[in-house]
């Protein structure tokens, strides 16, 4: 079984498939896959005032602050590999 993660804005609450998309819940069952839903590891306003990180966090990379998701990667300590696939990677051969 495989495992996909993706972000709930307000944490996460209620069923793990609740509110997602008919489409995401039916390509996570045909798959075997687990959902994961989890808030995001912190948003701008929690992060030390008037620092660099807090000023501009929300202008780096394609997501700023949601970037963090991949951290989560790092927790799945249960699992004999996680991988952590961008949505801008290609993969072109197992």
């Not at 995401?24 to 620092?51: C, Q, R």
């Amino acid at each position: 079984s495989s495992v996909v993660n993706v972000n709930q804005a307000n944490g996460a609450s209620g069923g793990a498939l609740q509110g997602q998309p008919s489409w995401l819940i039916s390509t996570v069952a045909d798959l075997n896959m687990t959902l994961l839903l989890k808030p995001f590891p912190i948003l701008p306003d929690e992060i030390k005032n008037g620092t660099f990180l807090q000023r501009d966090i929300d202008k780096d990379g394609c997501c700023g602050h949601k970037e963090l998701m991949k951290l989560y990667a790092y927790t799945m300590t249960n699992y004999t590999l996680a991988i952590h696939l961008d949505m801008d990677t290609l993969v072109t051969s197992p």
